[in-house]
């Protein structure tokens, strides 16, 4: 189970802070990931965290803008978004997978998302 939060409408150059609380799992035995997706388009991998957190990876478009992080402790994962531009406009989600992946193979259940709108 996922719960995304933190989304909102902004302003291109704005910054937002991506929430997932994780539950039902441990969640310390999963690699974390976001993704995104807009309507008629196939889901797109965003960032990918590694069991302790000490290991990221991103999408060669948010990389330098964005930051994947995770709080094992709380069941927590983040996603600090900078410079937003236009097309990062997208429903974020999150998800875990039991193996390290840099694209989508390996996360199964996504959660429902939060809203992102980034206006020029």
């Known amino acids: 189970q996922f719960v995304e939060s933190g989304g909102g409408s902004v302003q291109a150059g704005d910054s937002l802070r991506l929430s997932c609380a994780a539950s039902?799992?441990?969640?310390?035995?999963?690699?974390g990931g976001w993704s995104r997706q807009t309507p008629g388009k196939e889901r797109e991998f965003v960032a990918v965290v590694s069991f302790r957190g000490d290991w990221t990876y991103y999408a060669e478009s948010v990389k330098g803008r964005f930051t994947i992080s995770r709080d094992n402790d709380k069941n927590m994962m983040y996603l600090q978004m900078n410079s937003l531009k236009p097309e990062d406009t997208a429903i974020y989600s999150c998800?875990?997978?039991?193996?390290?992946?840099?694209?989508?193979?390996?996360?199964?259940?996504w959660g429902q998302g939060t809203q992102v709108t980034v206006s020029s």
């Open positions: 998800a875990t997978s039991p193996h390290l992946t840099r694209s989508l193979a390996g996360f199964d259940y």
């Open positions: 039902g799992q441990s969640f310390h035995n999963y690699v």
